[in-house]
C-alpha cells in the first residue's frame, strides 16, 4: 500500500535563463541521472529536494494527489514560462497493481533544461528563510562524462526458450477465446561496473535514438518512441505503436520490409487492438477525439513500427498523469480485454515487470507534463544490477520463433548502448 501522507514542506522555487549549457544529458548525476530528453531538448534533474514513494492500485492517483499539495505549497518564481521550466517533478511507475518495484514522484534540487533554443536552470529549495539563489551567472560549466560503460548481458528469469513456451500458451488462450491480444516480455540481466557513469549511456542511446525520448528516474533508464499522454494546456496527445518488423539491409529490402509491415494482417490487428483500448479509455475523460484514419510506419534505426497520433480536448484541471493513470496499463503493453491480459500476463511471464512497459516521464506546476512507456529500458540496482526487458505483442497468428526475433530487435537500444 502507499505510505502514509507526510505534511509537505513549502518549496520556493527560482528560475533564470541560462546560455546555452551543451548536451543537456551531461548535467544531471553520474551515478544517480534524472533525465527527459529527446532530440537535444528536454530537462535533467540533479539532487532530490522531495521524494515520494507509492504502491499498488491507486500510486498514480496517489502521486497525483500528493503534486497538487506540492504545488499548492510552492512559491514560484518563473520569468522563463517553457514547458519544463519552474516547478516539475521527474516520476516512475510500476506496470503492475500489484509489483514489488516502489513507484515515485521526485523534485529535484536542480534543474537544467532547453527548448526551442532557450536554456533555464532551476532551484528548489526546502528551507524556511530560503538563501539567496544558488546561481548568479548565466553560465554553468560542461561536465566531463566518463568513458563508455560495457556491461554483458544474458538471459534473466525468461529465456528464449521459456519465451517461445509463453508465446505458444498465449496463442492457445487466445484461440480458446480467453484474449484477443497478449503482450508478453523476457528479461536480459547482467552488472554495472563500479564507478561507472550512467550519462555515459544515455549519452549513447540519444545519438543513436534522437526521435526517441532518453529517459533516467530512479535507476530505470532507457530510449523509449511510444507517448502514453503529453499535455500541453487542455490539449493532449499521444502515440500508439503496434506491430513491428526489422529494418532491411539495403535500401531495397528495407522498402520492402515497410510495406510488409504495412499490409501484414497480424501486425495491422495488433495496432488496432491498442488504438481501440486507448480511444475507450479516454472517452469518459476527453472530447474532440482525434485518430489518425490509418497507421504510419515509424522508422528508428533498428525497426520499423506501426504509429498512429492521437490528440483530445481534456478538461480543466486535468494534469498529464491523471491521463497517464486512466490510460495505463492499455493494449500496446498488456492486451485486450485489459484485465484478462495483464493476468495472463502474470500467469505466462511468472515474473515480476517491475518499472518495465509502465509510466516514466514528468509533471510541472501547470499540470502540463509528458509520459512515455517505459520501453526499451534497464533497471539498474543499487547493487548494480542491470535487468532489460522488451516485449511484443501476440495475437492469434503469432508465431513463437518471429516474437522472439522481435524481442532481440527491441533489446537493441540497450544491448547497443552497454555493448
Known amino acids: 500500500m502507499t505510505r502514509p501522507p507526510t505534511a509537505v514542506r513549502p518549496l520556493t522555487v527560482s528560475t533564470r535563463i541560462l546560455d546555452d549549457p551543451g548536451a543537456v544529458l551531461r548535467h544531471t548525476l553520474a551515478g544517480n541521472p534524472m533525465a527527459f530528453v529527446r532530440g537535444g531538448d528536454g530537462i535533467v534533474g540533479i539532487g532530490e529536494a522531495m521524494r515520494f514513494e507509492f504502491s499498488g492500485p491507486s500510486r ?5 494527489a500528493r ?3 506540492i504545488v499548492a505549497a510552492a512559491a514560484v518564481d518563473d520569468p522563463v514560462r517553457l514547458r519544463g521550466s519552474g516547478l516539475v517533478a521527474f516520476g516512475t511507475f510500476a506496470f503492475a497493481d500489484d509489483s514489488a518495484a516502489t513507484s515515485v514522484l521526485i523534485v529535484p534540487r536542480v534543474v537544467v533544461g532547453r527548448r526551442r533554443g532557450r536554456a533555464w ?3 528548489i529549495d526546502t528551507t524556511d528563510a530560503p538563501a539567496p539563489l544558488p546561481f548568479t551567472s548565466t553560465s554553468v560549466p560542461v561536465p566531463r562524462v566518463g568513458p563508455h560503460v ?4 544474458h538471459p534473466g528469469a525468461v529465456d528464449e526458450d521459456a519465451y517461445a513456451a509463453s508465446v505458444a500458451a498465449a496463442v492457445t488462450a487466445i484461440t480458446a477465446g480467453r484474449a484477443q491480444k497478449v503482450v508478453l516480455a523476457r528479461d536480459l540481466v547482467g552488472t554495472l561496473p563500479p564507478g561507472a557513469d550512467r550519462r555515459a549511456v544515455l549519452l549513447d542511446l540519444a545519438a543513436a535514438y534522437p526521435t526517441c525520448v532518453t529517459f533516467a528516474v530512479d535507476g530505470l533508464i532507457g530510449a523509449t518512441p511510444e507517448t502514453l499522454a503529453r499535455t500541453e494546456g487542455r490539449t493532449l496527445t499521444a502515440r500508439v505503436l503496434a506491430g513491428s518488423a526489422a529494418r532491411g539491409a539495403d535500401a531495397e529490402s528495407d522498402r520492402v520490409a515497410a510495406e510488409t509491415l504495412a499490409a501484414s494482417t ?4 495488433e495496432h488496432a487492438f491498442a488504438i481501440s483500448s486507448l480511444v475507450a479509455s479516454l472517452r469518459p475523460i476527453a472530447t474532440d477525439l482525434r485518430v489518425d484514419p490509418e497507421p504510419f510506419r515509424l522508422q528508428l534505426p533498428n525497426v520499423w513500427h506501426l504509429a498512429s497520433d492521437v490528440e483530445a480536448v481534456l478538461p480543466a484541471g486535468v494534469t498529464a498523469l491523471d491521463v497517464a493513470d486512466v490510460l495505463h496499463p492499455t493494449a500496446a503493453v498488456a492486451g485486450t480485454p485489459t484485465d484478462v491480459a495483464v493476468r495472463l500476463v502474470a500467469e505466462l511471464e511468472g515474473v515480476d515487470r517491475g518499472r518495465y512497459a509502465g509510466p516514466v516521464g514528468w509533471l510541472g506546476a501547470s499540470g502540463d507534463g509528458e509520459w512515455m512507456l517505459a520501453l526499451r529500458s534497464a533497471q539498474i540496482d543499487d547493487d548494480g544490477t542491470v535487468r532489460a526487458w522488451a516485449g511484443a505483442g501476440i495475437v492469434a497468428g503469432s508465431e513463437p520463433a518471429r ?9 537493441r537500444p540497450v544491448v547497443d548502448a552497454l555493448a
Open 121 to 123: 536552470i532551476t532551484a
Open 403 to 411: 516474437e522472439v526475433a522481435e524481442t532481440r530487435l527491441k533489446f
Open 60 to 64: 498514480m492517483r496517489d502521486a497525483s
Open 67 to 69: 503534486w497538487r499539495e
Open 150 to 153: 560495457s556491461v554483458a548481458l
Open 266 to 269: 497480424k501486425d495491422l490487428e
